[in-house]
């Protein structure tokens, strides 16, 4: 070949790398599935959520040893404004300096939480310029005339300081972070009011009595007409909803004017089986009621993040269908940290997540029990290190499959010991509980831990790995009448090129009882045939 020739050659190509390492983070979504862009391929978020007061140059020494135990490979953790902007319009970011210094240093990408206006539900993470007048920056006014500490969203004043000190966050983010270690930002966290359906001071009164948005009518399809007429019982809690989302989407509108990585907004669920009254739960947050007003009113947000504190199976993979689907990227952007919920990974994988983060992964000292775990150590982190250890290998291939073929997972539930999936051509039984080498009917892991999931490279070629789980295929109705067998199964990896890369075959009693999964991490490609 002529030296300009492969001179141009090897140019381009590095070209192009730089290229594609310079390529901003983005949400893609094609055919109803979404996949989170980073470096210019599908990447799935192994995160791990930081205590919220770890967020400060001392305390991080408390916060790397535990994302590294368990192989996490994203940490989540707040940026607060109190932090930034302690004076009004003097901006320190030292902080956030140090945060992406030492995540570099880690191999750690971040999600940066904006912790400004909410803070579940107050205004504790305002700088005290803010959360100390309350006649620039109104709080919310229950019915009966009495003050909450929850900032009241349809204020000006409040709404332009919060996004000049975001668009300023996220001007700096743009001029450090080239190599993108910052791959997201939350904004705000788990916004809402507890306490009152709504702001009832006497300018919300009048908005209140006043027309409908016509964006939102016309997103929603409703004639003309207040809040009370077009509503009814449910007036109150959707116009805080509505105001709260506008109010979020500004200030992500203000920031990605400046720098445009995916944003999100995270939720503190109601319990979609017994909801209550809004006030009991956050009102005027993304609740699984207000999706669609939220989706019609903030635009700038990429994907709607439940905050999953429900223990049991039924609760939470309920949760996981009510946040997933073609109009909203599932993540999983707090979940508790203790072992009952590190099984739901798989369940959120399987409806597509583009990632999932367990909430209090440090040593700072710190343990939010009942909702979590009561200590915070190695063996609290445990079985989120399990899981994420199964999934290293795997990530960048789990991603791209999730976004261009057809996955299920499963996390194994209390109810029953087994799960029948749908493949198409072929169907699957996972089970738990039960020895290898018989046929012994399922008894269930104690406690209940296991989980599977199942990729389809093609009709008849399965990706599968497991933990503490049997899975069984078996011929769907279509082709039941035909006699049929597993040709070939094989265990091995991907490398970083994404090539399959062989290691053994699973044959005899590794395949005679289905396929049995214990603690180890396995990776296997399995073929199927009718004969």
């Known amino acids: 070949m002529p030296r300009p020739l492969q001179l141009l050659i090897t140019l381009t190509g590095f070209c192009f790398s730089v290229f594609c390492a310079a390529e901003l983070p983005r949400i893609v979504s094609e055919n109803g599935k979404h996949a989170l862009f980073v470096d210019g391929s599908p990447y799935l978020i192994l995160g791990a959520q930081a205590n919220n007061s770890s967020n400060y140059p001392a305390a991080l020494k408390d916060v790397w040893p535990t994302i590294n135990s368990i192989h996490a490979n994203t940490l989540e953790i707040n940026v607060a404004w109190e932090q930034i902007e302690p004076t009004e319009g003097t901006f320190d970011f030292s902080y956030l300096d140090t945060l992406i210094k030492e995540a570099r240093q880690h191999n750690v990408k971040l999600v940066l939480l904006w912790f400004a206006t909410w803070k579940n539900n107050a205004p504790h993470y305002a700088p005290a310029w803010v959360k100390l007048n309350n006649e620039r920056f109104p709080r919310v006014i229950t019915e009966n005339g009495k003050q909450l500490n929850s900032l009241s969203p349809i204020h000006a004043s409040t709404l332009e300081a919060d996004k000049k000190a975001f668009a300023a966050l996220m001007t700096h983010l743009k001029k450090i972070d080239k190599k993108h270690t910052v791959i997201m930002v939350q904004v ?15 300018s919300a009164n009048t908005l209140f009595n ?15 007409g207040n809040w009370p007429d077009l509503f009814g019982a449910d007036a109150s809690e959707f116009f805080h909803a509505y105001h709260i989302a506008r109010y979020c989407n500004e200030v992500a509108a203000a920031g990605k004017a400046v720098y445009p990585i995916p944003m999100n907004v995270n939720v503190a669920l109601r319990n979609p089986f017994n909801p209550g009254k809004p006030g009991a739960y956050a009102s005027g947050g993304a609740t699984d009621n207000v999706l669609a007003i939220w989706q ?10 439940p905050d999953i504190y429900f223990r049991d199976y039924a609760t939470a993979t309920k949760v996981i269908e009510l946040y997933s689907g073609p109009s909203n990227p599932l993540f999983v952007a707090e979940i508790g940290n203790d072992q009952p919920y590190a099984r739901y990974f798989f369940s959120a994988l399987g409806a597509q997540a583009i990632g999932f983060a367990p909430f209090g992964m440090d040593t700072t000292g710190y343990s939010n029990f009942p909702l979590g775990a009561k200590t915070y150590d190695s063996s609290t982190f445990a079985p989120f290190a399990e899981i994420y250890r199964l999934m290293k290998p795997l990530e960048h291939k789990w991603a791209e499959l999730s976004f261009t073929k057809d996955v299920w997972g499963v996390a194994e539930p209390t109810d029953t010991h087994q799960q029948n999936l749908d493949l198409g051509l072929w169907d699957a039984e996972v089970s738990y509980g ?12 104690t406690p209940p831990s296991g989980g599977a999931l199942i990729a389809k490279l093609d009709d008849n070629e399965f990706l599968v790995t497991a933990l503490r789980a049997r899975v069984t295929f078996t011929s769907s109705s279509e082709i039941a009448t035909k006699p049929y067998m597993l040709v070939r199964v094989e265990e091995g990896y991907f490398d970083k090129r994404g090539k399959w890369v062989f290691e053994r075959v699973w044959n005899g009693d590794q395949t005679d009882w289905g396929l049995n999964f214990d603690d180890k991490p396995h990776l296997l490609k399995v073929k199927l045939s009718t004969y």
């Open 296 to 305: 019609a009113a903030a635009p700038a947000i990429d994907m709607i993040s």
């Open 210 to 224: 006043s027309e409908v948005p016509t964006q939102l009518r016309s997103a929603m399809h409703l004639p003309a």
């Open 434 to 445: 039960r020895p290898m080498f018989w046929t012994d009917p399922p008894q269930g892991n």
């Open 188 to 202: 705000q966290n788990e916004p809402g009011t507890y306490g009152a359906a709504r702001d009832y001071s006497k």
